[in-house]
């Protein structure tokens, strides 16, 4: 009897934990609301000596520490498969540390997702809301969906690297079970 005891509490507790997992990412508002922000995203990059590669983000992260240099902001997070590397002057082995906020117009459930080539790390609202660390063509990373409690901006912050030639970045976004649409430029600031 105490087997099967134990075992119902296991199954329940298996069972709660895949509910909380499958509840959407409550994200935390900007406080205070920003003012004044530019448009777009702030981009800081970092590249691998010559002969070198960047494959993990721990590689994205090593680079950006040894000689970071700011670049030309980002107008959004929707750069197609080409070259050079977002708005840096070059194709490979290139790393980004992008910093600003993303508008929410309305509160409710959204699902998020971002097509990169290659690693991405994000976070918005003090949620990961993507996370690939690895190399791959340009091609979707797993979907998150999201709970927005008031319209306004969010903080994001997102670590990205791409190791050769070609490269995107991408993010999408619907109102639950809704269509995915490119979130618009309009929606960053910084």
Not at 9 to 38: F, H, N, V
Not at 45 to 52: K, L, S, T, V
Request: hydrophobic share 40%; glycine share 10%.
């Amino acid at each position: 009897m105490k087997s099967v005891l134990t075992a119902a509490i296991a199954a329940l507790a298996m069972i709660a934990a895949a509910a909380l997992a499958a509840a959407p990412l409550r994200l935390t508002p900007a406080d205070p609301q920003p003012g004044g922000l530019k448009p777009g995203l702030s981009v800081v990059y970092g590249f691998a000596p010559d002969g070198e590669h960047i494959k993990t983000l721990a590689d994205a992260r090593a680079v950006l520490r040894a000689q970071p240099r700011r670049g030309k902001p980002l107008s959004g997070l929707d750069y197609r498969d080409g070259q050079p590397t977002l708005t840096s002057d070059r194709a490979e082995n290139v790393a980004a540390q992008i910093n600003g906020y993303v508008r929410f117009d309305a509160p409710g459930i959204y699902d998020l997702d971002f097509l990169t080539n290659d690693g991405l790390d994000v976070t918005i609202g003090g949620q990961r809301v993507g996370i690939f660390d690895g190399r791959q063509t340009c091609d979707s990373i797993l979907g998150t969906q999201v709970e927005v409690p008031q319209a306004g901006w969010y903080k994001l912050d997102a670590l990205y690297f791409n190791r050769l030639n070609t490269s995107c970045l991408h993010m999408r976004w619907a109102s639950a079970g809704g269509k995915m649409s490119w979130v618009p430029d309009s929606a960053f600031g910084y």
